[in-house]
């Protein structure tokens, strides 16, 4: 709990004070923690037991008050990476912005937007895909690519995979609205560019659009091998490790149902394959993302890298006061709710 709490410095002067302060428990004790330094207080109370009275800040104040609304705001405040961290691997392993915005006021106790979250997703999103965009994957010669999908408003959208059968490396994620050999051909395209080479084999589904798009993006030289679905693969690899792979594309479109903008989705696929390459432990590697088990050169291990190579913005917090009587201390108390204000993407 978050309220607001006088204190006549030094005792006895006449000189009242007033700060934010948040309790806390630790180790079965209960600490009154200081968020912030508010102001001189306007007024104050002294009876038996030293009891006062709230003031909210003077205009001398270091924060900003809204009498009207009884709101204030402290700047020059940062949220912690780790929080920040914490949020993104959440996301990405499958929990939505309300279950990581209920276990934020759990865990932090803080009252934060769905959309707080949201910009922390898009920023480092974004910032992540930029930092991993020179990785090359040292991969095989075998790719096995897929394709699932879901329903976004009156339209169905499509996720096209191809993995790298030896690495479990996800080489290209492509979203499309249409089934056809162009987008087959794109995400071919894309994963030739991430690998830095052609396959020799690709194994696909029974897709028509596969047959034209690999042969126009590889050649005649690359085998196109089509099962139903993934009976076999002539190269000794068990299809174990696709049948892991579909069970992670569930958390992926757990993660994407909310949105209903192609924009947001596209981002979305691409953070989470940084996610899935970088991020996220693989039975078929040892237990240990698949960048990782090829390379000790990856650009970031965790969520927590990207968050801390980037300079945080200042936040400024919004504080609600809520005036309520209290008679054990004799005199009315301010809680306050302590709200993050982050910044959106142009500013940040």
């Known amino acids: 709990m978050s309220f607001i709490r006088a204190k006549e410095i030094p005792p006895r002067s006449g000189n009242w004070y007033d700060y934010l302060v948040k309790t806390v428990h630790v180790d079965g004790r209960v600490i009154q923690q200081h968020i912030a330094y508010i102001g001189k207080s306007t007024s104050h109370g002294s009876s038996g037991g030293g009891s006062t009275s709230h003031a909210i800040a003077t205009s001398r104040s270091p924060v900003s008050v809204n009498p009207s609304t009884s709101e204030i705001r402290i700047p020059k405040m940062k949220t912690p990476a780790r929080q920040i961290a914490s949020a993104m691997g959440m996301y990405y392993g499958g929990m939505s912005l309300d279950a990581i915005q209920q276990q934020f006021k759990q865990d932090y106790d803080l009252e934060m937007s769905e959309s707080n979250y949201w910009n922390w997703v898009k920023r480092f999103t974004k910032e992540a895909i930029k930092q991993a965009r020179d990785f090359k994957p040292d991969v095989g010669d075998t790719w096995v690519a897929d394709e699932t999908y879901m329903k976004l408003k009156k339209r169905t959208v499509y996720f096209w995979d191809i993995i790298d059968s030896k690495t479990r490396f996800l080489l290209a994620s492509h979203v499309s609205f249409n089934r056809g050999s162009r987008d087959a051909n794109e995400l071919m395209k894309l994963a ?130 809520h005036r309520r009587p209290s008679v054990s201390k004799g005199y009315p108390v301010l809680d306050a709710t302590l709200t993050p204000i982050i910044p959106n993407e142009k500013s940040a």
């Open 192 to 321: 030739e560019e991430r690998a830095g080479k052609t396959p020799k084999v690709v194994i696909t589904d029974k897709l028509k659009s596969y047959i034209a798009a690999i042969e126009d993006a590889y050649g005649a030289d690359t085998k196109h091998i089509q099962g139903g679905p993934f009976k076999f693969l002539d190269t000794g690899e068990s299809t174990a490790e696709i049948e892991r792979f579909h069970k992670t594309l569930e958390q992926r479109t757990k993660v994407f149902e909310k949105f209903k903008d192609m924009a947001s989705i596209r981002l979305l696929t691409d953070g989470w394959l940084i996610n899935y390459n970088f991020f996220k432990q693989n039975e078929g590697c040892g237990n240990i993302p698949p960048a990782q088990a090829m390379s000790k050169a990856v650009p970031f291990k965790d969520w927590n890298d990207i968050v801390r190579s980037k300079k945080l913005p200042d936040i400024d917090y919004k504080v609600s006061l």
